[in-house]
C-alpha cells in the first residue's frame, strides 16, 4: 500500500486530503467504518465487494465506488482475483 497525505490546505472549493493505491491480498478488507469526508475508489483490476446500506455491490476493474461522509461501509477484495485500486480522499462545498 502506498499513501500520499497531502497537507490541508483548507481549500474552499474542493480540497484534496490524501490519495494513494493498494494491491490488495486476496480477502483484504476495510471496515465496516464512517469517514467524516469523501472517498472515492478507482478499482484498477481484480474485484470484491462493496456494501453500505444494507446493499452489497460486485465491483470489477474499470469500475468507481464513492463514499460519502457519514456512511458507514466495507469493503473487501476478492478471495480469487483480488482488487487492486486507487484512491483520493476530498472535502469541500463543491462535494455538497
Given at each position: 500500500?502506498?499513501?500520499?497525505?497531502?497537507?490541508?490546505?483548507h481549500?474552499?472549493d474542493?480540497n484534496p486530503?490524501?490519495?494513494?493505491?493498494?494491491?490488495c491480498?486476496?480477502?483484504?478488507?476495510?471496515?465496516?467504518?464512517?469517514?467524516d469526508y469523501?472517498?472515492?475508489?478507482?478499482?484498477?483490476?481484480?474485484?470484491?465487494?462493496?456494501?453500505?446500506?444494507?446493499e452489497?455491490?460486485?465491483i470489477?476493474?474499470?469500475?468507481?465506488f464513492?463514499?460519502?461522509?457519514g456512511?458507514?461501509?466495507?469493503?473487501?477484495?476478492?478471495?480469487?482475483?483480488?482488487?487492486?485500486?486507487?484512491?483520493?480522499?476530498?472535502?469541500?462545498?463543491?462535494?455538497?
Open positions: 500500500m502506498q499513501t500520499l497525505m497531502i497537507p490541508n490546505r481549500l474552499y474542493l486530503l490524501n490519495g494513494g493505491w493498494q494491491v491480498p486476496p480477502g483484504h478488507s476495510y471496515g465496516p467504518a464512517i469517514r469523501f472517498l472515492f475508489h478507482y478499482v484498477v483490476s481484480g474485484e470484491g465487494i462493496f456494501r453500505r446500506a444494507g452489497t455491490v460486485r470489477k476493474g474499470g469500475s468507481i464513492l463514499i460519502r461522509p456512511e458507514t461501509c466495507f469493503y473487501q477484495a476478492d478471495a480469487d482475483n483480488p482488487w487492486t485500486y486507487i484512491w483520493l480522499g476530498f472535502d469541500g462545498v463543491l462535494c455538497r
